[in-house]
T-cell receptor
Framework: NAGVTQTPKFQVLKTGQSMTLQCAQD?????MSWYRQDPGMGLRLIHY???????DQGEVPNGYNVSRSTTEDFPLRLLSAAPSQTSVYFC????????????FGPGTRLTVT | GQQLNQSPQSMFIQEGEDVSMNCTSS?????WLWYKQDPGEGPVLLIA?????ELTSNGRLTAQFGITRKDSFLNISASIPSDVGIYFC???????????????FGDGTTLTVKP
């Protein structure tokens, strides 16, 4: 049982490039979410999904897209990277949308130059 | 949106000392959670609280859900070097509310333990 996995671990992008951050969980969790963590700040919710085929915006969704075609996978797409998107990105999952306890992945450290 | 004020921002303590940190909000939360983040890792859940006034322990960790539902406290007794990390509080909706997963996180307390 690998839990929540994220790839890549590190990524450097140039401004304007696009890329997809991968997230997968093998716990059959319904709820998945993406957060960004900036220095000295807490975790801010980008997008979330309460089940396959259902996604919604969080607190800071601009510049990011998500999809949830399967229960296991929840990729985060950066459409046109900007320096303001330099951050550490965490994917998390919870067994159900109505259960607050979340399991986090190890994170992706993204730098946009 | 809802905001959590977590304090202190950082702590430098000697091994063996007790630690206290807290989280306050102007909004009511129906669950309070405490996570720990080790350097280079994702947060890991330490304690979850579901009821106002609840006091819950997990080994050397004790957390309380404030009576007003606007605050929570985490205490660590007899600290050890592996307690080093960032501790986050998170406030959320009631369990089984479909918004329960959309927790609001505090900015974290960075703990350094000197051997």
């Amino acid at each position: 049982n690998a839990g929540v996995t994220q790839t890549p671990k590190f990524q450097v992008l140039k401004t304007g490039q696009s890329m997809t951050l991968q997230c997968a969980q093998d716990m059959n969790h319904e709820y998945m979410s993406w957060y960004r963590q900036d220095p000295g700040m807490g975790l801010r919710l980008i997008h979330y999904s309460v089940g396959a085929g259902i996604t919604d915006q969080g607190e800071v969704p601009n510049g990011y897209n998500v999809s949830r075609s399967t229960t296991e996978d929840f990729p985060l797409r950066l459409l046109s990277a900007a320096p303001s998107q330099t951050s550490v990105y965490f994917c998390a999952s919870s067994i159900l949308a109505g259960v607050p306890e979340q399991y986090f992945g190890p994170g992706t450290r993204l730098t946009v130059t | 949106g809802q905001q959590l004020n977590q304090s202190p921002q950082s702590m430098f303590i000697q091994e063996g000392e007790d630690v206290s940190m807290n989280c306050t909000s102007s909004s009511i939360f129906n669950t309070w959670l405490w996570y720990k983040q080790d350097p280079g890792e994702g947060p890991v859940l330490l304690i979850a609280l579901y009821k106002a006034g609840e006091l819950t322990s997990n080994g050397r960790l004790t957390a309380q859900f404030g009576i007003t539902r606007k605050d929570s406290f985490l205490n660590i007794s007899a600290s050890i070097p592996s307690d080093v990390g960032i501790y986050f509080c998170a406030g959320g909706a009631a369990t089984y509310n479909t918004n329960a997963g959309k927790s609001t996180f505090g900015d974290g307390t960075t703990l350094t333990v000197k051997p």
